[in-house]
């Protein structure tokens, strides 16, 4: 009902005859359409990861079909692939209007485009190795992002109705702290990306991270000074989104060339992800990352190189939890342990959302038939199709 219409309604007016000449007047025709095709395939990717099988192929009909069937996540992986080459595709001279992401510049979308194929590729490791191979190596061979230049950053502005959210939630109260994994990951190598992280507990001028699943009430309670706070660099007005990075495509690529779907060495991609993260943060120093780079904990093994790769991944995606969640999910690293008490009945950490109550009310036969992949039941615990 909000972006995704809306980008639905960009390809209607740049593809209809009757409304095409007007459109032009922001761009290429083809060029929007390709950005609008782009961007429904990142929303989609997204959303499926978050829920499993979804409205897809009959979705965004309007009032032409309020009761849409539910695709399978496999059926979306196949159709993303061929949206996001057939837009790449279709890209032509000439930049686009109102392009607050990228400019207008139709070769970083479709860098873009293609980082996204190479992400979305690990995802099926497990369940379709070969298909993975075949996509992760055709994405990395048309082009992904490759600097931080070519991050895809959403800027915010210093007033209120467009600023970054963190500065919001922080104006009246504060309720977002570090997590204690993070922090004691972080602390447990001198990683100077910690200072940007989180800030020092008030109280103790220490970095302390919030445990999980602590009881509500006095017997759960941890006074604001003994914790660590998102750090302050990170909430302000323009404090960039990261929706993109160097670094992500660094670890992807470490990993891909682990599992042999492309040459080169490993450990260059491992070490030069960690560089492009302490340089996205602004805390790169050659001795200090070489120290860093150095620990036995941090140095590159082939042993154990996924679990590092993923784990150093997982800190580089700090404040994209969806997709820190979705690596988790498909490789089980970093080691995370389920707090003592949870809500849920199972105890374990949860491995997918449950669709929105409008969905079991206003399309419930297609919502119950959709929940059969996961033996009919719409809880935390249901495995998504490439979680393996």
Do not use: C
């Amino acid at each position: 009902s909000g972006p995704l219409i809306n980008l639905q309604e960009i390809i209607r007016l740049n593809s209809d005859e009757a409304t095409k000449s007007i459109a032009a007047q922001n761009g290429p025709n083809n060029n929007q359409i390709a950005v609008a095709r782009i961007l429904k395939a990142y929303y989609f990717w997204h959303m499926t990861d978050r829920w499993g099988p979804l409205p897809y192929s009959q979705a965004l009909a309007g009032r032409e079909n309020f009761k849409p069937t539910y695709d399978t996540q496999e059926a979306i992986y196949n159709d993303l692939f061929k949206e996001l080459k057939e837009a790449s595709a279709q890209i032509t001279a000439g930049a686009i209007k109102g392009d607050f992401l990228l400019g207008g510049n139709m070769n970083r979308w479709k860098t873009f485009a293609n980082s996204m194929r190479l992400v979305m590729a690990l995802r099926l490791s497990e369940v379709l190795p070969e298909k993975a191979k075949t996509e992760f190596a055709s994405a990395f061979n048309d082009g992904v992002i490759s600097s931080n230049d070519q991050n895809v950053v959403y800027t915010f502005l210093g007033d209120q109705n467009n600023d970054n959210p963190w500065e919001d939630r922080f104006e009246t109260r504060l309720d977002f702290t570090v997590s204690k994994p993070m922090v004691d990951l972080l602390l447990s190598v001198n990683d100077p990306r910690l200072p940007v992280f989180a800030d020092k507990a008030v109280l103790t001028q220490q970095y302390v991270g919030m445990p999980y699943g602590l009881e509500q009430g006095p017997a759960g309670a941890i006074p604001n000074g003994q914790v660590s706070f998102l750090g302050t660099a990170l909430r302000q007005q323009t404090s960039p989104g990261y929706v993109m990075t160097y670094a992500q495509m660094q670890f992807s690529l470490a990993e891909g060339a682990r599992r042999g779907w492309i040459t080169g060495d490993p450990a260059t991609f491992y070490n030069k992800g960690i560089e492009a993260s302490f340089k996205q943060y602004g805390v790169f120093n050659q001795a200090a990352y070489d120290a860093y780079i150095a620990q036995p904990s941090v140095k590159y093994a082939p042993a154990k190189g996924l679990e590092q790769i993923i784990t150093q991944k997982w800190v580089a995606l700090f404040l994209n939890g969806y997709e820190a969640w979705a690596e988790w999910r498909r490789t089980s690293f970093p080691t995370l342990t389920p707090p003592a008490k949870t809500i849920s009945p199972s105890g374990i950490i949860p491995l997918r959302q449950g669709y929105p109550t409008t969905e079991r009310d206003l399309n419930g036969a297609n919502y119950n038939a959709a929940l059969q992949v996961f033996g009919g039941k719409d809880d935390l615990d249901g495995r998504l199709w490439w979680d393996k």
